[in-house]
């Protein structure tokens, strides 16, 4: 099981927030880099990036910080990185600077055709996000609800060829109160590809129930808030995870 600590960019600083709100943001650390390296020593083994202004603005808004992130840390952990990647382009520039995963949200629900050319393109390193609020996908930063149901998309971008899905329940993110497990299960068993949980992240008894889980599929889950504000202490957290699963 992997606990895959966040570091959500905003204007170049390290930031969380509540329900995916811009307006309701706290500022973490005014040095990203920094902040990864300290994940890496306390054993993380895969970091999360989200380009929060890039997914507003639908294009990438903190490119110089994050290339200094993988320039430094990339060839000692894997980086998967969301937030305003629309375009092929954009995405092989970021491989080419040593990122692993490219995460595609909202672009991937409206235009499945770009998702699909990116899974041939560059095989083994899309990753789909879909952030849901009971059960339906939410795109633009979680602004805006659609009909789609997260199981029926899952399925659809697991026949694209997708390396994994990362699901978000946007009704919990920031909130520290506790991961949506049965959900996170359900599109789980749905799909044959590893699924990463997200959202409302909080102690180590979230940890225990998804270990618990691990073999319907989940890969791993993404540490938030709880790891910044104390709530979760990370190295103790894995080291649980992998008491539990090995």
Sequence with gaps: MLLIPAIDLKDGHCVRLKQGDMKQSTIFSEDPLQMASQWIALGARRLHLVDLNGAFAGHPLNEKVIRKILKEVGSAVDVQLGGGIRDLDTIETYLDAGLRYVIIGTAAIRNPGFLQDACTAFGGHIVVGLDARDGKVATDG???LTRHDVVDLGKKFEDFGVESIIYTDIGRDG?????NVEATVKLAQALTIPVIASGGLSSIADIEALCAVEDEGIEGVI?????????????????????LNG
């Design 142 to 144: 979680w602004s805006k």
């Design 223 to 243: 540490c938030g808030r709880a790891i910044y504000s104390g709530d979760l202490d990370f190295a103790t957290a894995q080291r649980r995870a992998d008491e």
């Design 175 to 179: 909130m520290l109160s506790g991961i």
